[in-house]
């Protein structure tokens, strides 16, 4: 059974704390993405990465970085954390071929104080 | 770049109503994917719908590609609460010579239905 797992389900942080998120697939995938939810607006890109040590930006990168150091793990990180990245973020993973599917993480629900 | 419309974004529907989501997208797309979200759970693979003008059907839910592959929509029949959720549409962009970092997902913002029983 194919698995994209992340470090927390749940987690709470202060405003200018160092947050890590950390994601990790067993599917060998080339492609992992970190996405933020919040209510009605959907799915958005933060950053994603094609391989190891390549990442691009997606559609809301300010304020995050992340690392793809293994091809199995994709961290994101908010080097100072602010009350207006409390939201859902998940992470996903996805392999080369256009045809392949996309399979997500649980989430992290992240809560900045 | 490539942009995945998808409406409604909210419906309510009485069970036993059928229901339907449309997607649209501003280029033409080499295949669309549908995932079903349910509450308090992530995005899980629905289906993948490939050649132009092709239907799917799974049990209850129907799935179609546009002719033109710049559209699709997903049909629910007689909708039970166990369709509650947000459904979303998944674009890839036709083969190009961009190289690395191709081929990647436009997702729509969703649609999330309400099932009144």
């Known amino acids: 059974d194919v698995k994209v797992t992340q470090s927390s389900r749940y987690l709470v942080k202060r405003t200018g704390e160092k947050v890590f998120l950390e994601c990790v697939q067993d599917?060998?995938?080339?492609?992992m993405f970190w996405y933020r939810q919040d209510p009605g607006l959907g799915l958005r890109l933060i950053y994603f990465?094609?391989?190891?040590?390549?990442?691009e930006k997606g559609d809301i990168p300010e304020g995050y970085s992340v690392s793809r150091e293994k091809k199995e793990r994709f961290s994101l990180i908010l080097e100072s954390a602010s009350t207006n990245q409390t939201s859902m973020y998940l992470c996903?993973?996805?392999?080369?071929?256009?045809?392949?599917?996309?399979?997500f993480g649980p989430g992290t629900r992240l809560t900045v104080l | 770049g490539q942009q995945v419309m998808q409406i409604p974004q909210y419906q309510h529907v009485q069970e036993g109503e059928d229901f339907t989501t449309y997607c649209n997208s501003s280029?033409?797309?080499?295949?669309i994917q549908w995932y079903k979200q349910r509450p308090g759970g992530h995005p899980v693979f629905l289906i993948q719908?490939?050649?132009?003008?092709e239907v799917k059907k799974q049990k209850r839910l129907t799935f179609q590609f546009g002719e033109a592959k710049k559209n699709s929509s997903l049909h629910i029949t007689a909708t039970q609460t166990t369709d509650v959720g947000t459904y979303f549409c998944?674009?890839?962009?036709?083969?190009?010579?961009?190289?690395?970092?191709?081929?990647?997902?436009?997702f729509g913002k969703g649609t999330k239905l309400s099932v009144i029983p």
């Open positions: 996903a993973s996805r392999g080369r071929r256009i045809t392949d599917t996309q399979y």
């Open positions: 599917m060998d995938h080339e492609n």
């Open positions: 990465s094609y391989d190891v040590k390549m990442k």
């Open positions: 280029t033409t797309l080499s295949n």
């Open positions: 719908l490939v050649k132009s003008g």
């Open positions: 998944a674009g890839c962009p036709p083969p190009s010579n961009s190289g690395a970092g191709s081929y990647q997902l436009t």
